[in-house]
């Protein structure tokens, strides 16, 4: 059980704007903790997809944003196309735990 | 350009031993920390080792700690990971990424294909 919450499922027609919610603590994304996003396409290892709450690495479209307010992170996916279906991760630190990286525990986005 | 490449997968019995590793090339293995991570079938991720550059720091998830070692060789461009006492629930396919960023939580910028184990008798 992972301590980042993420809705297991969104979906949206080609086109609309899609968000997933990252929802952690005061041990991790409320600790001022940054919080990262990766994109798993089917069959596939992850990608990251946004960096440092809001940065995407170069090559992601900007179709793709990222926020990030108290103890929650947000994806956006605007303009959504069938390429973008996938299984999103939000990832950050938790300081409550031993090491440790934490991700979330994913959310799949279809395009319906 | 970077890649990674995870081998040493394979199937074995619980209380069994497999030793991971990861070829690295397109970057300088040696100034960067490494991961593994982990994704059992149809679940999601989860972190599982990391090393630093020279292997100074090295952290464990504490579902393997006592069971997994993680090492390098950065002559050889190579992180590897021991598993001992492994149990059904280690089944996974295991990645190997490369750490970014300049603080915790430091983000996972390339990842490897992913090697499969399974542990079943």
């Known amino acids: 059980q992972s301590v980042l919450t993420q809705p297991p499922s969104v979906s949206g027609a080609p086109g609309q704007r899609v968000t997933i919610s990252c929802t952690g603590s005061s041990s991790n994304i409320g600790a001022g903790y940054d919080v990262h996003w990766y994109q798993q396409l089917p069959g596939t290892a992850p990608k990251l997809l946004i960096y440092?709450?809001?940065n995407r690495p170069s090559g992601v479209p900007d179709r793709f944003s990222g926020s990030k307010s108290g103890t929650s992170a947000s994806l956006a996916i605007t303009g959504l196309q069938a390429e973008d279906e996938a299984d999103y991760y939000c990832q950050s630190y938790d300081s409550s735990l031993s090491g440790s990286d934490v991700f979330g525990t994913g959310t799949k986005v279809t395009v319906l | 350009e970077v890649q990674l490449v995870e081998s040493g997968g394979g199937l074995v019995k619980p209380g069994g031993s497999l030793r991971l590793s990861c070829a690295a090339s397109g970057f300088t293995f040696s100034s960067y920390s490494m991961n593994w991570v982990r994704q059992a079938p149809g679940k999601g991720l989860e972190w599982v080792s990391s090393?630093?550059?020279?292997?100074?720091?090295?952290y464990y998830a504490d579902s393997v700690k006592g069971r997994f070692t993680i090492s390098r060789d950065n002559a050889k461009n190579s992180l590897y990971l021991q598993m001992n006492s492994l149990r059904a629930e280690d089944t996974a396919v295991y990645y190997c990424?490369?750490?970014?960023?300049?603080?915790?939580?430091?983000?996972?910028?390339?990842w490897g294909q992913g090697t499969l184990v399974t542990v079943s008798s």
């Open positions: 090393i630093s550059s020279s292997s100074s720091y090295i």
């Open positions: 440092g709450n809001s």
């Open positions: 990424a490369r750490e970014g960023g300049l603080f915790r939580p430091y983000y996972f910028d390339y």
